[in-house]
């Protein structure tokens, strides 16, 4: 019989996070082919063909190269099981990426040796480090020609600020690539594209010191790797667990993930060092992931999995107890017992019914708009996990209908699209105005096009003046109320019907804060 503190302790939930192209889907594929989870590379590719099939508005998603959803995929490697939390790729859809990025417990850093560092990667780290999640780096693309190792290190020491510590080492690169040094065991594994998908399908020396080494990667190829390391070993920081767990160190890997190259050490590493589920802050006390009793949080929504049905998926990820199929849970936010019934799990090959699920795990739960993001469940307990934040949107349209008899339609399509959490949604309090308020330009093409897909509202969105928007706090209801009647025009409600600044200027924002210094104006809200 299965216990909650070995069925935890055996959990490794992750993301990775990386720029556009880095290679994050390719390395995807590849570890869920070491976990058996997929039989051929490609499948993941496959899979998302296979679901724009099924849903018409991700037509849109492939037309414009980008993922919109996330997903979630589960597999068993070295008796561990491991949970890769997909997050989406494109610049837009920041906010969706934060929110799953509070529910793992660790993140894989994928950099490509020829481009460094980049833009995205830098804001996904500025993420992690808010919860000091404990992050890998896998350099990829090592067949190709790309900067020097020693440079791409210094490069994320200094513009990320994290330690490194190489676990493995190149051979060469590009034309030249022979092989992986793994710098704690002294292993070499050979390079060699085609192979490398089991251990058994690998070249592996036990050391440079084999003499068999020197035959297949030459004389002068060995010298040259023998100062190198000497000088690596010499001018970078030892693996070190602790800091590591803290968040201040990284180990790094080397790799080509498209020749399966670099990513099995990477794999073994991971599930070794990378901390299973952690303990976690509600607004009560620390939930301990062993606590024989569920609790979880809500991270993720997506409305019209499947268009024949028009309900909604909620992701929970599980951080404490067991969740059993058909099990009673409390819905805290709602102060209702709700029956889990046709919970889904996700393992990689398909979406399944889940009989059980474990801390660490993520459930997918059924449900017509009743759960939001940040709500949690508990079997009876009064907490709310915490840290699960809405941002402030940056870009604000307002909802243009072009038949009018459409408004009911038209204002649940957008409720419900907010629920997602990718764009909110505000009513102004003295106007009938609907405002879409989102982080990227590219999520009003989104919507309008599900409005139309899945709604059938013919709806555009066109300016409107709101440069940005503060949830309003105030201890005093006096107070509060007088703020409520003397900045009647620039408030609205979100979509959960909480008061909300909707500055038609940065001056005018700060005026205000300064003229009323009682009342809080909140850049982000936590899910109530
Ligand atoms: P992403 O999810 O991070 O956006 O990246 P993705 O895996 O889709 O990879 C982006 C491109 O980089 C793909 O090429 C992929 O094949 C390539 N790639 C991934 N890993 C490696 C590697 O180790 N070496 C080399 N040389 N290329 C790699 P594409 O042309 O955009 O797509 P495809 O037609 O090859 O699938």
């Given at each position: ?94 906010e ?237 936010r ?38 939001s993001i940040g ?11 915490t840290?699960i934040p809405n941002f402030a949107p940056e870009?604000f ?18 409720a419900?699209?907010s629920?997602?959490g990718?764009t909110q949604f505000f009513r102004p309090l003295m106007s009938?105005d609907l405002i879409l308020g ?26 409107v003046g709101v440069v940005t928007t503060r949830w309003v706090r105030c201890g005093d209801p006096r107070k509060l109320e007088e703020f409520r009647e003397k900045n009647a025009q620039h408030l609205g409600l979100d979509a959960a019907g909480q008061l909300v600044y909707l500055a038609p200027t940065r001056v005018n924002l700060q005026l205000t804060a300064e003229r009323w210094p009682d009342v809080e104006l909140l850049a982000t809200r936590e899910h109530a």
């Open positions: 019989m299965p216990d909650v503190s070995t069925e935890a302790a055996r959990r490794r939930t992750f993301a990775i996070i990386s720029h556009p192209d880095a290679g994050k889907t390719t390395l995807t594929e590849k570890l869920l082919l070491f976990g058996g989870a997929i039989q051929m590379a490609g499948s993941v590719k496959g899979r998302k063909a296979a679901r724009h099939a099924t849903s018409d508005w991700m037509a849109l998603e492939k037309e414009r190269g980008i993922s919109v959803t996330s997903s979630v995929m589960q597999f068993p490697y070295e008796g561990r099981v491991v949970n890769l939390l997909d997050t989406p790729g494109h610049a837009d859809f920041g969706d990426t934060y929110r799953v990025l509070t529910a793992v417990d660790s993140a894989l850093m994928v950099i490509d040796v020829a481009k460094g560092v980049e833009e995205r990667t830098i804001k996904l780290m500025e993420v992690c480090r808010l919860r000091d999640t404990p992050i890998m780096t896998f350099i990829n693309k090592l067949d190709r020609e790309g900067r020097e190792p020693i440079e791409l290190l210094d490069e994320v020491e200094s513009v990320l600020g994290i330690q490194c510590a190489p676990v493995t080492w190149p051979i060469g690169m590009g034309q030249r690539l022979k092989g992986v040094v793994h710098l704690l065991t002294g292993e070499v594994h050979l390079y060699e594209p085609g192979r490398n998908f089991t251990r058994q399908d690998s070249t592996i020396f036990a050391s440079i010191e084999d003499p068999a080494l020197e035959a297949r990667i030459g004389a002068q190829m060995l010298t040259e790797l023998r100062d190198e390391l000497a000088l690596v070993q010499g001018a970078s920081h030892p693996f070190d667990a602790g800091a590591y767990l803290a968040g201040r160190q990284t180990p790094v890997f080397f790799g080509s993930a498209v020749n399966n190259f670099g990513v099995q050490p990477l794999l073994d590493f991971f599930v070794g060092h990378a901390p299973p589920p952690q303990p976690r802050a509600t607004t009560t006390r620390m939930v301990r992931p062993a606590e024989e009793r569920l609790t979880g949080f809500v991270f993720k929504i997506q409305a019209n999995m499947d268009p024949q049905h028009r309900d909604r998926v909620a992701f929970m990820r599980v951080c404490s107890g067991r969740f059993v199929a058909g099990m009673k849970a409390f819905h805290v709602a102060g209702k017992e709700v029956k889990l019934a046709n919970a889904l799990t996700f393992m990689a090959s398909d979406r399944e019914i889940a009989a059980e699920a474990w801390p660490g795990d993520v459930i997918g739960i059924h449900n017509h708009g009743t759960i709500d949690t469940f508990t079997e009876g307990e009064t907490l709310a996990f840290g870009l349209r307002r909802a243009r209908l072009r038949d009018p008899l459409k408004l009911k339609q038209l204002q649940k399509g957008l419900q699209l629920e997602e990718a009938n989102a982080v990227g330009v590219l999520q009003f093409d989104v919507a309008a096009y599900r409005l139309k897909d899945e709604y059938g509202v013919d709806a555009g969105f066109e300016p």
